[in-house]
């Protein structure tokens, strides 16, 4: 069976998937290619990094654990959440008090 190249639609869509079982975050980007048999019926293929893969809404697997309860969602937000964690924290906050602490005498 030949496929018309011409007659291939082909969108691209990127989703972000966080793990509920062990935490694992990823991100993925897909190309949607809409084609049609050659009944006329329509369907569609899933191509990441040059594979086909199953449509990540059907039952997306966790790579880390396998688990199957896994949160889609929209991209960039695996990634937003990696650099804030990665944010530098701030270090204690010292007041004049604090440092005068051992100087001061208790009254007595």
């Known amino acids: 069976m030949s496929q018309d190249a011409s007659r291939i639609a082909v969108v691209h869509e990127s989703y972000s998937f ?19 048999d050659a009944g006329g019926r329509e369907f569609v293929r899933y191509v990441a990094e040059g594979r086909v893969v199953p ?7 966790c790579a880390n654990c396998d688990g199957h309860l896994v949160r889609i969602m929209r ?9 804030a964690s990665r944010a530098r924290r701030p270090g204690p906050h010292w007041q004049l008090s604090h440092l005068l602490h051992p100087f001061q005498r208790r009254a007595g």
């Open 18 to 36: 966080a793990c509920m079982r062990c935490g694992h975050g990823w991100e993925q980007s897909y190309a949607i290619e809409h084609h049609t």
């Open 55 to 61: 449509s990540p809404l059907s039952r997306p697997a």
């Open 75 to 83: 991209p960039g937000r695996v990634s937003s959440a990696r650099d």
